[in-house]
């Protein structure tokens, strides 16, 4: 099975900057997107950034300039560099893949545990 595991979350003060990680594991046959999202006490999920396959990046407006999303494909590994971080951005941070594990499947969204990241002021 697909497996997405988040890892890099902490407690930080405002104004600092962390790095989380995705590591996959499992077959996948096509990678459509990843992405990162998250959730604070009390809110709905929400998107934070997105990467296609081809490499092209969508961020949620306000986190522009902050947040950058990258990937390491030769270790199948998803990161977001957060900077500048504020106590708005407190929430639990979802890894996120779109993708088929083989030619035959229709797409489906594969959602890793979450890592809380939580920002002092």
């Known amino acids: 099975q697909v497996q997405l595991v988040e890892s890099g979350g902490g407690l930080v003060q405002a104004g600092g900057s962390l790095r989380l990680s995705c590591a996959t594991s499992?077959?996948?046959?096509?990678?459509?997107?990843m992405g990162w999202y998250r959730q604070g006490p009390g809110k709905q999920r929400e998107l934070v950034a997105t990467?296609?396959?081809?490499?092209?990046?969508n961020y949620a407006d306000s986190l522009k300039g902050r947040f950058t999303i990258s990937r390491d494909n030769a270790k199948n590994k998803v990161y977001l560099q957060m900077n500048s971080l504020k106590p708005e951005d407190t929430a639990v941070y979802y890894c996120?893949?779109?993708?088929?594990?083989?030619?035959?499947?229709?797409?489906?969204?594969?959602w890793g545990k979450g890592t809380l990241v939580t920002v002092s002021s």
């Open positions: 996120n893949l779109r993708g088929k594990v083989d030619y035959f499947d229709n797409a489906v969204d594969y």
């Open positions: 499992g077959t996948i046959y096509r990678v459509n997107a």
């Open positions: 990467m296609s396959s081809g490499g092209s990046t």
